[in-house]
């Protein structure tokens, strides 16, 4: 368990690490944040993940007073205190406190912290046995409403579709946009596999633009497959020869079922076993430094 967390730039203990209940960011949700692993004493894409971050925060208007350079500096600090090899690190800025109204512009100064720790997304056995996912009925936001390139405080479109997977007695939901078409899951991209072919739908498609998602597509590519950003519907999901899930903190995660359909034979695809196992060697030979 990490002892501290970095609050406004500085080290407190994880008991102390407080922010005020007028903090728009609790009020609100109004506020980004990011998650970002660290693998074998080095932080995974921390430049990738701090752009992510401040684009963010600049579609919100949300000025984070500090410097990219000093953000990726405090990231590192505190892993560093808390000892991190393998890990779990958790940025968010909020608006800061502010008045009981809406407005923005009321919040004198905005909150940063930033939190290094351990997660287990799914339990150890789904990435050996696959995954079973279920469609639920919570549409993603559209992304006239909240452009999903926000990686926003504001969640619950995501919590919502996970309450729904949960009732049905999976783990993860799929989530499909406003015209049917599948978007992501709440917390991960989604990736089908037809004629040795990856597709992914297109950011447009109300999904995040995933790190994890870039990294595999890269990866993919290296080993000689063709990826593509494609629309498809759930049907087409069923029919797929492998699918799989990419995220932070899910990882690579393979899926076995989907609405109670098999894929294929219901056990993890080969393309989808080559490219975990290039997914690990990649991240724990690659990142910045932590000591
Ligand atoms: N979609 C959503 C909604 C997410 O919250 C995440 C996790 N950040 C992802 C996809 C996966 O993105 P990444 O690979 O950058 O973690």
Redesign the pocket.
Known sequence: MGKYVCLNGKLVERDNAAISVFDHGVLYGDGVF???RAYNGRVF?LD??ID?LYNSAKIIMLDIPISKDEFKSLIVEVCKANGIVDGYIRPVVTRGAGTLGLAPWRCSNPNFFIIADKIQLYPHEFYENGLPIATVATRRNIPEALS?IV?SLN?LN?IMAKIEAHNYGAEEAIMLNQDGFVA??????IFVIQHEKLFTPPVSAG?????????VIDLANELGYETWEKLFSRAELYISAEVFL?????EVVPVVKVDGRPISDGTPGKITRELIKAFKEYANSTGTPIK
């Open positions: 990011e998650g970002i894409k990738e993940h992510r999903p990686k969640y995501n992501e899951c709440t917390g991960d991209n999904a995040l633009p995933g790190i994890t998602r870039q990294v990419t995220g932070t903190a899910a």
